[in-house]
């Protein structure tokens, strides 16, 4: 191999997703060399937004919260401050409800909600919802105790949290409860129907399972940040691209690269350690470091040789169980007339007794455009709608992409999302001038992604998020598919805690003083 087609660097990421530019654009700030490499021609994996004819989609995250203030509990907001980088927010509190009780426009904040479930359910509800809140407070405190960014994958972590055991150990209790299934606290608490329907909706949609499933710990963050008084919500002004631009310009800043087109073909082992990777092509980089995967838990495994890691480990990670994938639905269109009182966000539930994690049941609009015009030509909007991790690979497996059956099953597919938009918009189809409909496959394809998934469906109390570390020294992991939740927090705070496993502990906590307040 000529010397052209050698590269060294400290630390390579595989994948350009938040988790993995949160994670090497923290490792370039502590002064490491590293190289990302990204298969798309895109970075940003599922936050990567995109141009058709004038109109800037999102391709995926399109609700956040903790962003546009510091200090903040919000560990992607954390890492962009540790990096010195932000973007823009655009700050709103409504969203829209399309449910089986009826239409209706709810804000985040303490008291809202609970006008909504006066009208709809009576005081008791109300009661019931001012007793969870009270019962999720002094958790809410808790979860916040230990900061996800003072965590890391050694035993440097005793020095990194020493700073916060004393609130730890105050919070212990309700640490505990934390780590079990969020419906383990809302079955002391909430009896009404409708609350429990809406408390397994906001589960499903934190983490592709319903309360059931989801961690106390997932549910206590959200409600630290969608139910204080004077919350509000935040839109990046150019869409979730300028988010994935402000982390890339953290990664160049302190001289790390960013290289796209340029797909990872295996994770080069010698002498049992992960050395450098293998890009489509034939070109190698070294890492004199650690090779950082931010590819999903399944396509990890894909990237190593035989042998290089137990059989039993291969086994137990290839068995993780996944959440469906998603059903998108792109809309450049005249706004010509519209009601000026549209949201940015709308949630749609078209049965409550299939369960929020049934194909299909759930639907999400989101209109950007709302709030930031540059998204869209002079009069026009963008929309995007999809349905959120509850749409079957299986319905796609084996289906040829160019073909006749590929597009009969991307119209029908599609049509649950046009009649939920046209809820909102009854006249869409006669306004529509871009139109683009993404399927498993094309989360599969475009993302690589396994089966287009949403990311694992680990259910709190049954089983733990592996964490970073892998028995393959030098070979380490970041993403949706190392901590718990699939937003983009979660895939923040796993990027930022491998990052901080390889980093001097000084350094961390350097970080954590300027961060942390």
Same mark, same amino acid.
């Given at each position: 191999? !000529?010397?052209?087609?050698?590269?060294?660097?400290?630390?390579?990421?595989?994948?350009?997703?938040?988790?993995?530019?949160?994670?090497?654009?923290?490792?370039?700030?502590?002064?490491?060399?590293?190289?990302?490499?990204?298969?798309?021609? &895109?970075?940003?994996?599922?936050?990567?937004?995109?141009? @058709?004819?004038?109109?800037?989609?999102?391709?995926? /995250?399109?609700?956040?919260?903790?962003? !546009?203030?510091?200090?903040?509990?919000?560990?992607?907001?954390?890492?962009?401050?540790?990096?010195?980088?932000?973007?823009?927010?655009?700050?709103?509190?409504?969203?829209?409800?399309?449910?089986?009780?009826?239409?209706?426009?709810?804000?985040?904040?303490?008291?809202?909600?609970?006008?909504?479930?006066?009208?709809?359910?009576?005081?008791?509800?109300?009661?019931?919802?001012?007793?969870?809140?009270?019962?999720?407070?002094?958790?809410?405190?808790?979860?916040?105790?230990?900061?996800?960014?003072?965590? @890391?994958?050694?035993?440097?972590?005793?020095?990194?949290?020493?700073?916060?055991?004393? %609130?730890?150990?105050?919070?212990?209790?309700?640490?505990?409860?934390?780590?079990?299934?969020?419906?383990?606290?809302?079955?002391?608490?909430?009896?009404?129907?409708? &609350? @429990?329907?809406?408390?397994?909706?906001?589960?499903?949609?934190?983490?592709?399972?319903?309360?059931? *499933?989801?961690?106390?710990?997932?549910?206590?963050?959200?409600?630290?940040?969608?139910?204080?008084?004077?919350?509000?919500?935040?839109?990046? +002004?150019?869409?979730?691209?300028?988010?994935?631009? =402000?982390?890339?310009?953290?990664?160049?800043?302190?001289?790390?690269?960013?290289?796209?087109?340029?797909?990872? #073909?295996?994770?080069?082992? #010698?002498?049992?350690? =992960?050395?450098?990777?293998?890009?489509?092509?034939?070109?190698?980089?070294?890492?004199?470091? %650690?090779? $950082?995967?931010?590819?999903? +838990?399944?396509?990890?495994?894909?990237?190593?040789?035989?042998?290089?890691?137990?059989?039993?480990? $291969?086994?137990?990670?290839?068995?993780?169980?996944?959440?469906?994938?998603?059903?998108?639905?792109?809309?450049?269109?005249? %706004?010509?007339?519209?009601?000026?009182?549209?949201?940015?966000?709308?949630?749609?539930?078209?049965?409550?007794?299939?369960?929020?994690?049934?194909?299909?049941? +759930?639907?999400?609009?989101?209109? /950007?455009?709302?709030?930031?015009?540059?998204?869209?030509? !002079?009069?026009?909007?963008?929309?995007?709608?999809?349905?959120?991790?509850?749409?079957?690979?299986?319905?796609?497996?084996?289906?040829? @992409?160019?073909?006749?059956?590929?597009?009969?099953?991307?119209?029908?597919?599609?049509?649950?999302?046009?009649?939920?938009? !046209?809820?909102? $918009? /009854?006249?869409?189809?006669?306004?529509?001038?871009?139109?683009?409909?993404?399927?498993?496959?094309?989360?599969?394809?475009?993302?690589?992604?396994?089966?287009?998934?949403?990311? /694992?469906?680990?259910?709190?109390?049954?089983?733990?998020?592996? *964490?970073?570390?892998?028995?393959?020294?030098?070979?380490?992991?970041?993403?949706?598919?190392?901590?718990? *939740?699939?937003?983009?927090?979660?895939?923040?705070?796993?990027?930022?805690?491998?990052?901080?496993?390889?980093?001097? $502990?000084?350094?961390?906590?350097?970080?954590?003083?300027?961060?942390?307040?």
């Amino acid at each position: 191999m !000529s010397l052209e087609q050698k590269q060294t660097t400290d630390v390579i990421v595989i994948g350009s997703g938040i988790g993995g530019l949160c994670c090497a654009s923290l490792l370039a700030k502590y002064g490491f060399k590293v190289t990302v490499c990204e298969s798309h021609s &895109i970075a940003g994996g599922a936050a990567h937004s995109f141009e @058709r004819n004038g109109y800037k989609f999102d391709s995926g /995250p399109s609700l956040y919260s903790g962003m !546009s203030y510091s200090p903040s509990t919000n560990p992607l907001k954390q890492v962009l401050d540790a990096i010195e980088e932000d973007v823009s927010w655009v700050n709103y509190d409504i969203w829209g409800c399309l449910l089986p009780e009826g239409n209706f426009n709810t804000a985040v904040g303490a008291d809202d909600f609970c006008t909504i479930l006066k009208d709809l359910r009576g005081e008791q509800a109300v009661r019931e919802w001012r007793n969870l809140q009270a019962t999720m407070k002094p958790l809410a405190e808790a979860v916040n105790a230990i900061p996800p960014l003072a965590i @890391r994958y050694d035993l440097a972590v005793a020095i990194a949290i020493l700073q916060y055991l004393p %609130a730890t150990l105050w919070h212990t209790p309700n640490i505990i409860r934390l780590t079990g299934a969020f419906s383990n606290i809302m079955d002391g608490v909430v009896q009404d129907e409708f &609350i @429990r329907n809406w408390l397994d909706l906001l589960c499903f949609l934190l983490s592709g399972l319903p309360a059931s *499933g989801t961690s106390g710990a997932e549910m206590a963050f959200m409600f630290a940040e969608w139910y204080k008084p004077g919350v509000v919500l935040d839109y990046p +002004v150019g869409g979730s691209g300028a988010l994935v631009d =402000a982390l890339v310009r953290g990664l160049e800043k302190y001289d790390g690269k960013l290289l796209l087109s340029s797909h990872v #073909e295996q994770v080069v082992v #010698e002498n049992n350690r =992960a050395t450098g990777v293998k890009l489509k092509g034939g070109k190698s980089i070294t890492a004199t470091k %650690a090779v $950082i995967s931010n590819a999903s +838990v399944w396509d990890t495994l894909k990237l190593l040789p035989d042998g290089a890691l137990p059989k039993s480990f $291969i086994q137990e990670r290839a068995n993780t169980p996944e959440c469906e994938s998603f059903m998108h639905l792109h809309l450049g269109i005249d %706004a010509t007339s519209l009601p000026t009182d549209l949201q940015c966000h709308y949630i749609i539930v078209n049965d409550w007794q299939q369960g929020v994690t049934a194909p299909q049941n +759930v639907v999400v609009v989101s209109i /950007p455009s709302v709030l930031d015009p540059s998204l869209a030509p !002079s009069g026009k909007h963008v929309i995007h709608v999809y349905t959120p991790g509850n749409e079957p690979y299986q319905l796609w497996q084996g289906i040829e @992409r160019n073909s006749e059956a590929y597009q009969k099953q991307k119209k029908a597919r599609a049509e649950i999302m046009w009649q939920g938009l !046209s809820r909102i $918009i /009854p006249d869409i189809r006669d306004r529509v001038e871009v139109e683009l409909v993404g399927t498993p496959l094309t989360h599969s394809r475009f993302l690589r992604r396994h089966h287009g998934s949403y990311g /694992p469906a680990i259910e709190a109390g049954k089983a733990l998020f592996p *964490g970073a570390n892998t028995p393959l020294p030098g070979l380490l992991c970041c993403g949706d598919s190392t901590f718990p *939740g699939i937003g983009l927090p979660a895939v923040a705070a796993s990027g930022a805690i491998t990052a901080n496993t390889l980093a001097p $502990i000084d350094k961390h906590l350097q970080m954590l003083k300027k961060v942390i307040q």
